[in-house]
């Protein structure tokens, strides 16, 4: 696993699937803005709703573009995370 302390060991190169936590609940016509991602809702957050979103994005440009998406229906990012190739 990378190191998060060192910005050279991370790979910026092709797809990569990532889970994105966010603050909050997604409304049905929002989740179609995420459309080939999986949404569920976070069974460990107990104190507010949190939602998950796990997909593959082909690159950082697509990256940012689901970001910004979450910033534009005022969802708090709690997590970005890049998974490991399963």
């Known amino acids: 696993m990378p190191s998060l302390s060192n910005p050279r060991n991370t790979a ?3 797809p990569a699937t990532y889970r ?16 080939g991602m999986s949404i569920e809702s976070d069974p460990a957050a107990t104190d507010s709703p949190r939602t998950i979103l796990r997909g593959q994005v082909r690159d950082q440009a697509e990256l ?6 979450l910033y534009g229906l005022h969802l708090a990012v709690i997590a970005v995370e890049r998974c490991s190739d399963e």
């Open 12 to 14: 910026f190169e092709g």
């Open 20 to 35: 994105i936590v966010v603050q909050g609940e997604l409304s049905e016509v929002s989740r179609r803005r995420f459309a």
């Open 64 to 69: 940012r573009g689901v970001l910004d998406a």
